[in-house]
């Protein structure tokens, strides 16, 4: 079985540049949620989708959008790029069948400039 | 809204002591997960506690869930260097099933 794979692993970009950000699910999870973490701190809820829609959502403004696929794989993007916007971003795939139970990708690492 | 939060941040002992970090939500749980992210790593799931008072086990970590579901705690036995890490606890209220609220963590360090 596959994990979660999420890619680019690192990325720099300057202030105001949008940036999009892919995770492919592990195999048999139907929910990917995306997590935003600063340094030293704990992965903050941005959104989750589950059947091709948002179906919850954080503290986050509209400018942290998403997608999800038919093969449930999903894409974080985020606009207009502030440099507090500079993180280890997240993506979690998960199953109610699993419980709920989050597998993370290792993380797309962005530097805003 | 709902804030888990733990202590200690950071926790430095000697190989062999002992470990303990406390989760505290402002809210009920519907059910509660540990995380452990080791450094430059991903957080990778331990386990998940559900019933109220639950404790449970796993080789050196006990897990507990408080009576009221508002607080949990991890302990770890006789510390390794292996037991590096930042270890989270994560949390949904009953009816939020997909906002599952993570603690800042404890970042453990561990001297041979």
């Known amino acids: 079985e596959t994990g979660v794979t999420q890619s680019p692993t690192h990325l720099i970009k300057t202030r105001g540049q949008q940036v999009t950000l892919r995770c492919s699910s592990q195999?048999?999870?139907?929910?990917v949620s995306w997590y935003q973490q600063a340094l030293g701190q704990g992965p903050q809820f941005i959104f989750q989708?589950?059947?091709?829609?948002?179906?919850g959502r954080g503290n986050f403004p509209p400018r942290f959008s998403g997608l999800q696929f038919p093969n449930y794989s999903s894409e974080l993007n985020v606009n207009a790029l502030e440099l507090d916007d500079s993180a280890l971003y997240l993506c979690?795939?998960?199953?109610?069948?699993?419980?709920?139970?989050?597998?993370f990708g290792a993380g797309s690492r962005l530097t805003v400039l | 809204g709902q804030q888990v939060m733990q202590i200690p941040q950071y926790q430095h002992v000697q190989e062999g002591e002992d470990f303990t970090t406390y989760c505290n939500s402002s809210?009920?749980?519907?059910?509660i997960q540990w995380y452990k992210q080791r450094p430059g790593g991903h957080p990778v799931f331990l386990i998940q506690?559900?019933?109220?008072?639950e404790v449970k086990k796993q080789k050196r970590l006990t897990f507990q869930f408080g009576e009221a579901k508002k607080n949990s705690s991890l302990h770890i036995t006789a510390t390794q260097t292996t037991d590096v890490g930042t270890y989270f606890c994560?949390?949904?209220?009953?009816?939020?099933?997909?906002?599952?609220?993570f603690g800042a963590g404890t970042r453990l360090t561990v001297k041979p």
């Open positions: 979690a795939s998960s199953s109610l069948a699993g419980a709920n139970v989050l597998t």
């Open positions: 195999s048999g999870h139907n929910t």
């Open positions: 989708y589950y059947r091709e829609e948002e179906n």
């Open positions: 809210t009920t749980l519907s059910n």
């Open positions: 506690l559900v019933k109220s008072g």
């Open positions: 994560a949390g949904r209220e009953r009816g939020d099933e997909w906002d599952m609220r």
